[in-house]
């Protein structure tokens, strides 16, 4: 097989077919070795900037300029919205800022489960929802406990996965549980996993029933029967021009409205248990695991670049 890949690109470049570049998704792992604290990577953000946190057990880390550099303590969640960045460290929420030491904001609540940045700042924890207000954290009333993940659309909405359901928060309204209907299908979901408004303020949600979109007034539900290749769901993550990722514990899935696409395996990840996703605004993707994280990058390649990126995959898969 290897000598078949080495000898595929010189015998078409011989025949003046290897010209053509095309478009393909690339591929990179980080993890201890490549200069992360630790392989153990809770949660990751990308900024205005297009520079990456990343949250692992060993200490918040930076990537800016094609390294990665150690920020401070143990961070177990981190967070972005514009040129600040949030993150969960020692019992408290911090805010760093370009040009300035990060300092402590507020005294978090016990069990966090992701931090949400944009027109709010948002906790999810194992006790409800909290929102940053006057310094400290308040817990938005309306809402049960354990909320997953938490999500800000641009208009001011609010959505929250519990563990009982999919609530949702209009500007100057309440909390409202979602139950979403589309044709014949009618779901009353529970056990939601993941909430992300994306780059068209269209908000998803994710739950083990499939996933879901609200667009205006009009939901549209998605199964395996519809495309969708897996729903053992961890995090719902914005992409790209609509774009939207799922996490879940055996890989990941992206879907831009007409193509689902499933990232599993070594092939793409150092680990199939997705923690969390970040997207950048070029449509690279950021995947946390508990064995580093990987880069996912939309970029043109050339077929000899594709045969040298198998070549490398079966030696380190024969280690």
Do not use: C
Not at 35 to 50: F, N, R
Not at 150 to 164: C, K
Not at 292 to 317: C, Y
């Amino acid at each position: 097989m290897r000598w078949l890949l080495l000898l595929a690109p010189a015998l078409l470049a011989a025949q003046g077919m290897l010209v053509e570049p095309f478009a393909a998704e690339v591929r990179t792992v980080y993890d201890a070795a490549a200069g992360l604290p630790t392989d153990d990577v809770l949660s990751l953000a990308v900024d205005a900037s297009g520079t990456v946190w990343a949250a692992t057990r060993g200490g918040l880390a930076r990537w800016r300029g094609g390294s990665w550099t150690r920020q401070g303590a143990e961070a177990s969640l981190v967070a972005a919205s514009g040129g600040a960045v949030w993150f969960a460290s020692q019992g408290a929420l911090w805010r760093a800022a370009a040009g300035s030491p990060p300092r402590r904001v507020a005294e978090l609540p016990a069990q966090i489960r992701h931090i949400a940045a944009g027109t709010q700042v948002l906790v999810s924890a194992a006790g409800g929802l909290f929102r940053l207000s006057g310094g400290r954290l308040v817990r938005e009333i309306g809402l049960p406990e354990e909320v997953r993940q938490a999500a800000n659309a641009r208009d001011g909405r609010m959505a929250a996965a519990a563990a009982s359901g999919l609530f949702l928060k209009r500007a100057g309204g309440s909390w409202e549980r979602m139950l979403p209907q589309s044709g014949n299908r009618s779901w009353a979901p529970n056990d939601v996993r993941g909430v992300a408004f994306d780059s068209m303020d269209r908000l998803w949600f994710v739950s083990p029933q499939g996933a879901g979109r609200l667009d205006g007034a009009e939901w549209t539900l998605y199964t395996g029967a519809d495309g969708l290749p897996y729903d053992d769901f961890t995090t719902a993550a914005a992409g790209e021009n609509g774009a939207v990722w799922f996490g879940t514990h055996v890989g990941a899935v992206r879907y831009d409205g007409k193509s689902w696409e499933y990232r599993q395996g070594g092939r793409w990840l150092p680990d199939d248990d997705v923690r969390a996703i970040a997207a950048g605004p070029a449509g690279d993707a950021w995947i946390a695991t508990g064995k580093g994280l990987a880069r996912i990058e939309r970029r043109v390649t050339t077929l000899a670049e594709k045969a040298r990126f198998f070549e490398s995959e079966i030696d380190r898969r024969h280690r």
